[in-house]
């Protein structure tokens, strides 16, 4: 398959994702050797590859019937590791895996977000930061933002989604390197916080459209 080029913050073979192609309320796209076709509402142009290039992709995912977001389920053209393979970007390895909710468990669009955390941190003396990295999901930021020698405190509602974090920062390399890993709801955790009289030089905020 052929990508769309396009400008980005980062160079050419830094990150082993493309998005092969858009069109007909989908997208084509590649997790390291693996490509899957996803929904996506905003796309209402007609794709430029051939039928036949996107009836290559291993998977696709489908929302339950008369839903736009929330849970859904896969079919596989062929199969995947059921319990997910690396990814890399830069110096940093992700697992990625099929999800219920039609996650791979990296959102790729972040990825200029993330080499400009890691710009501003290296300008800013990283090491002496303090980082608190709200909704943190499975950890790219808090691995960039460690990596480039902040003292992050990553948090998520999620045990599953900070135990996934805690394994990517293992698969890159930087178990020895401090991170704070907090299971809690954020406004409560805020509130615990601010009673201590917690700082933070940083906040990384990327909260999920609904929640509850």
């Given at each position: 398959?052929?990508?769309?080029?396009?400008?980005?913050?980062y160079q050419?073979?830094?990150?082993?994702?493309?998005l092969?192609d858009?069109?007909n309320l989908?997208?084509?796209?590649?997790?390291g050797?693996?490509?899957?076709?996803?929904?996506?509402?905003?796309?209402?142009?007609?794709?430029k590859?051939?039928k036949t290039e996107?009836?290559?992709?291993n998977?696709?995912?489908?929302?339950?019937?008369?839903?736009?977001t929330?849970?859904?389920?896969?079919?596989?053209?062929?199969?995947v590791p059921k319990?997910?393979?690396?990814l890399?970007?830069?110096?940093?390895?992700?697992?990625?895996?099929?999800?219920?909710?039609?996650?791979?468990?990296?959102?790729?669009?972040?990825a200029?977000n993330?080499?400009?955390?890691?710009n501003q941190i290296?300008?800013?003396?990283?090491?002496?930061?303090?980082?608190l990295n709200?909704?943190?999901y499975t950890?790219?930021?808090?691995?960039v933002?460690?990596?480039?020698g902040?003292?992050v405190t990553?948090l998520?509602?999620s045990?599953?989604s900070?135990?996934?974090?805690?394994?990517?920062?293992?698969?890159s390399?930087?178990?020895d390197?401090?991170?704070?890993?907090m299971?809690?709801?954020?406004?409560?955790?805020?509130?615990?916080?601010?009673r201590?009289?917690?700082?933070y030089?940083?906040?990384?905020?990327?909260?999920?459209?609904f929640?509850r």
């Amino acid at each position: 398959m052929t990508a769309i080029s396009s400008d980005n913050l980062y160079q050419d073979g830094d990150f082993d994702y493309q998005l092969l192609d858009t069109g007909n309320l989908k997208k084509l796209e590649r997790f390291g050797p693996y490509s899957f076709v996803r929904p996506a509402p905003q796309v209402i142009w007609p794709p430029k590859l051939p039928k036949t290039e996107w009836d290559k992709a291993n998977g696709e995912f489908y929302h339950h019937k008369g839903k736009s977001t929330g849970g859904g389920e896969w079919t596989f053209r062929n199969p995947v590791p059921k319990n997910g393979w690396p990814l890399r970007f830069r110096d940093l390895v992700f697992t990625v895996q099929t999800t219920p909710f039609g996650h791979l468990g990296l959102f790729p669009e972040q990825a200029q977000n993330w080499v400009w955390i890691a710009n501003q941190i290296k300008d800013l003396n990283g090491n002496k930061l303090n980082v608190l990295n709200m909704f943190g999901y499975t950890g790219a930021s808090t691995l960039v933002a460690t990596e480039n020698g902040a003292n992050v405190t990553h948090l998520d509602a999620s045990k599953t989604s900070v135990t996934w974090a805690r394994k990517n920062l293992e698969s890159s390399g930087l178990s020895d390197y401090p991170v704070r890993w907090m299971v809690d709801d954020a406004e409560k955790f805020l509130k615990r916080e601010h009673r201590r009289n917690r700082r933070y030089d940083a906040l990384i905020m990327d909260p999920p459209s609904f929640g509850r």
